[in-house]
């Protein structure tokens, strides 16, 4: 992974490498991303602030490794409660 200055750029790279196929937006995962650098600084004991353009001084590569786990969990667990309610749902229906 890429050392990267811009949120946009670290979800570029989280989209072409985790999520091409998902159905999920680079513009979700941008918007994430810029949204919720706040937990990542209660997470790890670190002040990041974004710009308007979405840059953040500062990030080196273990906290955007950090941020991006950080999305694929939210992710993995969006998915999966999408998945348990459709199941709960049909059979509830069925």
């Known amino acids: ?12 790279d989280i989209f072409v490498n985790e999520l091409d196929s998902t159905g999920a937006s680079l513009s979700s ?23 308007n353009n979405g840059d953040v001084s500062g990030m080196g590569l273990e906290e955007q490794d950090i941020y991006k786990e950080m999305y694929l969990y939210h992710h993995r667990a969006f998915e999966l409660a999408k998945i348990c309610f459709n199941y709960f749902f049909f059979r509830l229906v069925n």
Request: charged share 5%.
């Open 1 to 12: 992974m890429a050392l990267y200055t811009n949120l946009a750029n670290l979800a570029n």
């Open 29 to 51: 995962v941008s918007g994430w991303l810029n949204e919720n650098l706040g937990m990542l600084n209660t997470y790890i004991y670190t002040s990041f602030s974004g710009s």
